[in-house]
């Protein structure tokens, strides 16, 4: 089967993070054995991917300083869109139209699936039409988030969930909010992300990676991994932390990621007098993500429903901590609970409740026997069941039923 993927977000050099769950899901399906392209906007730290997947970029705006579309950049903080993006909006259309026909055209593709509804589904939709082929729509979370507050897109988005064969969704939020505007529940369906349970594992010597960080090697790590916006929670795990130090003074907090909350998150830490407690580490390349997970003890995910209603569909990099066995203590909100079990692979806490975060990461560095075996469970579910190969398993059930359906 050769299939098309229309993103907006794609790891732009070897060492990127951003879009790495489609970059995962495109692989899959390649080491199934299909032939996968994926069209994504130009950037210009882009350069050549050691990958098994056909990946093509298309210009949409000159000077390269004006490309912000994609890669995170369209937002501020995830919350609004930039006003540059509005009028990007149009020339991004147009040449990711023109470049999806001309690629439809030269491999024929079987399916086209749209990643994020709102910008590239449109797109897609137009290219399903002409060339009668069917479309897949999966939802990430933003496009949910614009779409339900701006009337033009709601309306647009329902079109689309119109036209699709079929459309997915990584948490109950989201696949509730694709219904809300439009999409037939018999073609809406949850599919839960996964991760590589080769790339992340286990190691029994830590202490090798903490060096990397200047991390003493028996001080208690918990540690969180993400861009530092509102909807990641991590001032809650901030606040929390006092308690932590309490009862374990010589814990760690390592915050990995950078963003537009990192200078407030910084003046919280010194107003808490926990500087030397905390460590930033900045933004994590993509190939020492594993290393990173190895030396902690916890890993966090504070996330929460921010101010403006925006929250994350389900954060890869708990099921990347769980593959690497390490439990999991997280906001009992959006998908995480389809990754987390409660008692078994983590604890789950209620959203922005710093008092419930500290009393879980208390427990688990109070019994560590009971924390190893968290993690060793939270890796035999990636293991068997919350990994790549299986998403795109059922990815592919859903495209031979929507070429069924056409034909």
């Not at 993927?5 to 995962?24: A, C, H, L, N, W």
Request: one cysteine or more; aromatic letters at 10%.
């Amino acid at each position: 089967m050769r299939i098309g993927f229309i993103t907006s977000t794609y790891p732009r050099y070897q060492e990127d993070g951003s879009g790495r769950f489609v970059q995962s899901i495109a692989e899959a399906l390649s080491d199934l054995g299909h032939e996968v392209h994926v069209l994504a906007p130009y950037h210009p730290s882009i350069s050549q991917l050691n990958s098994s997947v056909y990946v093509h970029h298309f210009r949409y705006i000159w000077p390269d300083k004006l490309a912000i579309m994609g890669y995170g950049h369209a937002m501020d903080s995830d919350r609004s869109i930039y006003r540059l993006a509005y009028f990007l909006a149009p020339f991004y259309y147009i040449a990711g139209l023109f470049q999806m026909i001309k690629l439809t055209r030269r491999f024929k593709f079987d399916i086209i699936h749209a990643h994020w509804v709102i910008p590239n589904a449109s797109i897609a939709a137009v290219v399903a039409y002409l060339f009668r082929i069917p479309l897949v729509i999966t939802l990430h979370g933003s496009d949910i988030f614009v779409a339900q507050r701006n009337p033009f897109f709601a309306w647009l988005a329902g079109r689309m969930f119109k036209i699709a064969s079929a459309v997915t969704a990584c948490s109950p939020e989201l696949l509730q909010g694709a219904l809300a505007l439009g999409a037939e529940s018999q073609r809406t369906h949850l599919i839960i992300w996964g991760a590589d349970p080769e790339v992340f594992s286990p190691s029994e010597d830590r202490s090798r990676y903490r060096s990397q960080w200047d991390i003493p090697t028996d001080a208690p790590v918990i540690l969180s991994l993400g861009r530092l916006v509102k909807k990641k929670g991590i001032e809650y795990l901030v606040r929390a932390f006092p308690s932590v130090l309490q009862h374990h003074p010589n814990a760690l907090l390592v915050i990995a990621g950078d963003g537009p909350e990192q200078t407030t998150l910084q003046a919280l830490v010194k107003k808490l007098d926990m500087s030397a407690s905390v460590r930033f580490v900045g933004a994590i390349p993509w190939d020492s993500v594993p290393l990173i997970l190895q030396l902690c003890d916890i890993f966090t995910v504070p996330s929460i429903r921010d101010d403006r209603g925006n929250l994350d569909g389900l954060p890869t990099t708990i099921l990347e901590a769980m593959a690497s066995s390490r439990p999991v203590v997280a906001s009992a909100i959006a998908g995480i609970p389809l990754a987390v079990i409660n008692q078994q692979t983590g604890l789950l806490v209620p959203e922005a409740d710093s008092n419930c975060l500290a009393q879980a990461i208390n427990m688990l560095l109070a019994n560590p026997a009971l924390a190893q075996q968290y993690g060793q469970k939270g890796r035999k579910r990636v293991e068997m069941e919350l990994n790549w190969r299986n998403v795109a398993q059922q990815f592919l059930v859903l495209y031979h039923q929507s070429t069924e359906m056409r034909g």
